[in-house]
T-cell receptor, first 112, second 109 residues
Framework: SQTIHQWPATLVQPVGSPLSLECTVEGTSNPNLYWYRQAAGRGLQLLFYSVGIGQISSEVPQNLSASRPQDRQFILSSKKLLLSDSGFYLC???????????FGQGTRLTVV | KNEVEQSPQNLTAQEGEFITINCSYSVGISALHWLQQHPGGGIVSLFM?????KKHGRLIATINIQEKHSSLHITASHPRDSAVYICAVRSNSNYQLIWGAGTKLIIKP
């Protein structure tokens, strides 16, 4: 069966520090991969999606970047965190753009 | 105006009550999702539907494509149903998910 792993679960980072969140999927090949952010009291916002290795689409211009070095690995990064980067980050995968999405457990990031 | 609107934003009910959460959308869609977000933040997909009605245990989801409206019902609600319930639609133009803001449900024993 397919599983998705996302870590860490919680993270407290100072302003200006770098960020790296990792997401891996098991049990499937060539999935669509997604990074979402949920700011406090708001809905989920799509940040990046990828349909294949090295293929990244950015939905919202900001301080973050994403990479897909391997088929089932999706990384969310920042060189210098801002206070406004605080939030709940979710990784998800789907077979394709039309099918159900499955979510990781999320990372709660607090930038201080 | 948001493309996906949920109501109510917050709902508190007693154990055993019948719960209804509504979702209206204004875009063309290929599918609609109902998801549950637990207090720790993890999200679980409950339903994906494009027409009619689906049932899973005490949960029922319906969709009316003509009216661009969906409802999520919980029968015989229980405190463990307390969570945020999120509606999301998949756009039929770019196939991306558009998310509602969620409905926070609290079931009191």
């Amino acid at each position: 069966s397919q599983t998705i792993h996302q870590w860490p679960a919680t993270l407290v980072q100072p302003v200006g520090s770098p960020l790296s969140l990792e997401c891996t999927v098991e049990g499937t090949s060539n999935p669509n991969l997604y990074w979402y952010r949920q700011a406090a009291g708001r809905g989920l916002q799509l940040l990046f999606y990828s349909v294949g290795i090295g293929q990244i689409s950015s939905e919202v211009p900001q301080n973050l970047s994403a990479s897909r070095p391997q088929d089932r690995q999706f990384i969310l990064s920042s060189k210098k965190l801002l206070l406004s980067d605080s939030g709940f980050y979710l990784c998800a995968w789907s077979v394709n753009a039309l099918t159900e999405a499955f979510f990781g457990q999320g990372t709660r990031l607090t930038v201080v | 105006k948001n493309e996906v609107e949920q109501s109510p934003q917050n709902l508190t009910a007693q154990e055993g009550e019948f719960i209804t959460i509504n979702c209206s959308y204004s875009v063309g869609i290929s599918a609609l999702h109902w998801l549950q977000q637990h207090p720790g933040g993890g999200i679980v997909s409950l339903f994906m539907l494009s027409s009619g009605k689906k049932k899973h245990g005490r949960l029922i989801a319906t969709i009316n494509i003509q009216e661009k409206h969906s409802s999520l019902h919980i029968t015989a609600s229980h405190p463990r149903d307390s969570a945020v319930y999120i509606c999301a639609v998949r756009s039929n133009s770019n196939y991306q998910l558009i998310w509602g803001a969620g409905t926070k449900l609290i079931i009191k024993p």
